[in-house]
């Protein structure tokens, strides 16, 4: 069983960027396919991916402000968010695929105009 804690959320000003972690008890070298999701009230969606091999896809809302990357090294995937808009708020979780779905327990980003 992979567990997962997400930590760096926070509150910040329009405009500004947050570094989110998500940290896993296992080598991540094992596992394929980590991602980022988050909830707002009435809405949950994806929001950036990386596989082992460092191929990263986004939301088509955070294309060219968030970048997804992994270190292997540090069993930790990241989530660097730029340019950050009120419409970012959300619960942000990390996901792990490896036979079964893993989840964390989500890190509050809350962005003020």
């Known amino acids: 069983q992979v567990q997962l804690m997400e930590s760096g959320g926070g509150l910040v000003e329009a405009g500004g960027s947050l570094r989110l972690s998500c940290a896993a008890s296992?080598?991540?070298?094992?596992?394929?396919?980590m991602a980022w999701y988050r909830q707002a009230p009435g809405k949950h969606e994806f929001v950036a991916s990386i596989?082992?091999?460092?191929?990263?896809n986004y939301a088509d809302s955070v294309k060219g402000r968030f970048t997804c990357s992994r270190d292997n090294a540090k069993n930790t995937m990241y989530l660097q968010m730029n340019s950050l808009k009120p419409e970012d708020t959300a619960l942000y979780y990390c996901?792990?695929?490896?036979?079964?779905?893993?989840w964390g327990q989500g890190t509050q980003v809350t962005v003020s105009s």
């Open positions: 996901n792990a695929k490896k036979i079964y779905n893993y």
């Open positions: 296992e080598n991540i070298r094992s596992i394929d396919y």
């Open positions: 596989t082992s091999g460092g191929s990263t």
